[in-house]
């Protein structure tokens, strides 16, 4: 449903979404209607589009000092878990390859 309309002035937090308590994004009005489903192609595209401008650098999302500190509570955790992350992620790869 996404009609290819440029979303540069697009202003997604008036669209009639809206944040649950339990986080996930709801939108008023007919849920299924052409407008609904537009604005939802809308809301995906722009999520593909900043997974792949950060998908190769995810600390670039971050400022310099919560990059500092999201790297160091990375650190932590693969101390107190045993490079559990690096595991997974190893596993992912091979996975990916095969």
Do not use: H
């Not at 101390?79 to 997974?88: G, N, R």
């Amino acid at each position: 449903d996404d009609n290819g309309q440029d979303l540069t002035n697009y202003n997604f937090g008036t669209d009639g979404f809206r944040a649950t308590s339990g986080g996930v994004c709801v939108a008023g009005g007919v849920r299924g209607g052409v407008d609904w489903m537009r604005k939802l192609a809308f809301r995906y595209r722009r999520i593909k589009e900043i997974y792949e401008r950060y998908a190769a650098n995810v600390g670039s999302l971050l400022a310099p000092r919560d990059r500092d500190s999201w790297l160091q509570i990375r650190q932590d955790l693969e101390t107190v878990t045993d490079t559990w992350l690096t595991l997974a992620m190893k596993s992912l790869n091979i996975i990916n390859q095969r």
